[in-house]
């Protein structure tokens, strides 16, 4: 069984530009989840899907950034425009069932955004 | 005070030796608990999880809840140059995971 991915694994772009991340959770996995890692910082929570609605978005920074999951399969977190401030990782992870139960988190490898 | 929170390490201890990391949460609500391993570059790992009071063991790992000092452990047994990583503790927070920091664990053959 594939595990989570997520394309691109880097990604270098300019202060003011465009970026958009994709993620493929694992099949089957209703809950997608959005986190990021800033040098030095610990991973923090950005997002949380069930299927294709957003169920909690409490960790998203601010407007510049909209992550979309559009037939409930794999999601896109966009950054426009992008500042020096969202350079880190940013991981996807999945899980099967929906709610709040004691379901495990899978990671995705991540993809390493870097703002110059 | 940070949610979760981890000695960044390093810890380091010799090949064969029990290592031990140690983590601790202030949402006394909190049910559900995990460790992840995370290589350098490479994505968090879950080995570990624990939702009651007590010891849960799952081959060299064990991990350690409690609850009432809201503390949770990993002890690694009879510990691997392998398992030089950086270990995460997260707890899950209505549906989210909350991370520590993260502790180094370094085993020195």
């Known amino acids: 069984e594939a595990g989570v991915t997520q394309f691109p694994s880097h990604s270098v772009i300019e202060k003011g530009q465009t970026v958009t991340l994709r993620c493929d959770p694992i099949s089957g996995h209703d809950n997608l989840y959005w986190y990021r890692r800033v040098m030095g910082k610990e991973i923090k929570f950005l997002l949380h899907f069930v299927k294709e609605s957003k169920q909690d978005e409490s960790g998203m920074p601010n407007n510049r950034f909209l992550a979309e999951r559009t037939g409930g399969t794999y999601s896109t977190l966009k950054v426009q425009p992008a500042e020096l401030e969202d350079s880190g990782v940013y991981f996807c992870?999945?899980?099967?069932?929906?709610?709040?139960?004691?379901?495990?988190?899978?990671f995705g490898p991540g993809t390493r955004l870097t703002v110059l | 005070q940070k949610e979760v929170e981890q000695n960044s390490g390093p810890l380091s201890v010799p090949e064969g030796a029990i290592a031990s990391l140690n983590c601790t949460y202030s949402?006394?609500?909190?049910?559900?608990f995990f460790w992840y391993r995370q290589y350098s570059g490479k994505s968090p790992e879950l080995i570990m999880s624990?939702?009651?009071?007590g010891d849960k063991e799952d081959g060299r790992f064990t991990a350690q809840l409690n609850k009432a000092s809201q503390y949770v452990s990993l002890l690694i047994r009879d510990s691997q140059p392998s398992d030089s990583a950086t270990y995460l503790c997260a707890v899950k927070n209505t549906g989210k995971l909350i991370f520590g920091q993260g502790t180094t664990l370094q085993v020195k053959p």
């Open positions: 949402d006394r609500g909190s049910q559900s």
């Open positions: 992870a999945s899980s099967e069932q929906p709610g709040q139960g004691d379901n495990e988190q899978f």
């Open positions: 624990i939702y009651s009071n």
